[in-house]
């Protein structure tokens, strides 16, 4: 029988400068009173200028290594949407600086779904018997895409990464993940965008607009999709292993906007009290966001051995993906 892939390690890296609303306010067209109400963000990381993907990345890894009691791994897998360089994947560079040249070892691009994509991936290589020890990582320098003149977009994102170490094992250990349930609509994909840098544009007669390296949001449109595509995801991968909604201790979906956790909790059924938040403190770290929660979770007690555990993300894509487990011990940590 093929190998699970069982979580055994967690860890995250915040750059150290906090960005406030007020900051914000001071910048731009808003205020703390309407990002907290529409959002419930209250402060932002981001990192300094010369700071890449990478160098979060290589952090959040060293640190969910250590939480599995490890310094290997034979593949690193990277979701983001914010690479180092459109070309190579930065995933390669994350595991040379780790020591862990010769690797396996690719980046994985579905926007703010990446970290859910990227354990479906990271658990294909584990049961093909590809790898037996894989890092992911969901890390970003959102900064770097944010127009400064788009207050609906700037408000929210914020720079960080997480990351978790998976080992082979057997699929009723503690840790184990499964099963995943992946989706994608095209015909959205105008919703989050970044217009150029790709060969869509630079294989077009125009040359790039000064705002076309930004990303764009619809935010109504993205909010609304977000909670029914997450919601629908999350009912899937609970029918497929049987559990029900009251089973569940802990929802750590997507650190979008406060009001799509809460809507997402409400529309499941479950009590607000169970979706993990840490919202108020990162704001929206887009692949980032669910490793960053867990290792908060961790950090925080608010998350316990063997609870269940559901994952769900949203993003740009349109991309959706959930997974389960249950809570494991982590020795390391
Ligand atoms: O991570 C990937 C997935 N992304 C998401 O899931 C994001 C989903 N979308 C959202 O979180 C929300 O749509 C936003 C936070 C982006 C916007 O909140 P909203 O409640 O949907 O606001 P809105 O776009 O409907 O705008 C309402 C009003 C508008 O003013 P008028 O036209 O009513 O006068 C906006 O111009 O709020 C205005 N507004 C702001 N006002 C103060 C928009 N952004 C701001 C702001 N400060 N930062």
Not at 66 to 83: C, E, L, N, Q
Not at 168 to 178: F, M, R, Y
Not at 251 to 269: E, F, P, T
């Amino acid at each position: 029988m093929s190998a699970a892939a069982v979580l055994c390690g967690v860890g995250s890296y915040l750059p150290p400068r906090v960005v406030t609303n007020d900051e914000l306010a001071g910048r731009m067209d808003t205020t703390d009173e309407w990002i907290r109400s529409r959002t419930g963000i209250g402060r932002r990381h981001v990192a300094d200028p010369g700071t890449a993907t990478s160098d979060l990345a290589v952090e959040a890894g060293a640190r969910a290594l250590k939480s599995a009691g490890r310094d290997s791994a034979d593949a690193v897998v990277v979701a983001t949407m914010t690479p180092d360089h459109p070309c190579p994947a930065t995933a390669p560079a994350v595991a040379s600086r780790l020591g862990l040249t010769g690797a396996a070892a690719f980046d994985v691009g579905a926007v703010c779904s990446g970290f859910v994509y990227a354990l479906a991936a990271a658990t294909g290589l584990v049961s093909a018997g590809v790898a037996r020890r894989v890092l992911v990582v969901g890390a970003e320098v959102n900064s770097t895409v944010l127009d400064p003149a788009d207050r609906s977009t700037s408000v929210i994102f914020g720079d960080g990464a997480g990351a978790v170490v998976l080992r082979a094992g057997e699929p009723d250990e503690p840790g184990a993940l499964g099963p995943f349930d992946l989706g994608s609509d095209g015909t959205g994909a105008d919703h989050i965008m970044i217009a150029a840098g790709g060969s869509r544009q630079r294989g077009s007669d125009a040359p790039a607009g000064p705002g076309d390296a930004y990303m764009t949001m619809r935010g109504q449109e993205v909010f609304r999709h977000a909670v029914l595509r997450m919601a629908a995801s999350s009912r899937s991968v609970l029918a497929e292993a049987g559990w029900d909604v009251a089973d569940l201790d802990r929802v750590v979906s997507h650190q979008a906007n406060q009001r799509i956790i809460n809507q997402l909790a409400d529309d499941l059924g479950v009590p607000r009290d169970r979706a993990v938040s840490n919202i108020e403190r990162v704001g929206n770290t887009g692949a980032a966001s669910i490793p960053v929660a867990l290792a908060d979770a961790v950090d925080r007690g608010g998350l316990d051995e063997g609870d269940r555990v559901l994952l769900t993300a949203f993003g740009g894509g349109l991309s959706w993906g959930s997974t389960l487990l249950r809570w494991p011990p982590l020795d390391g940590s």
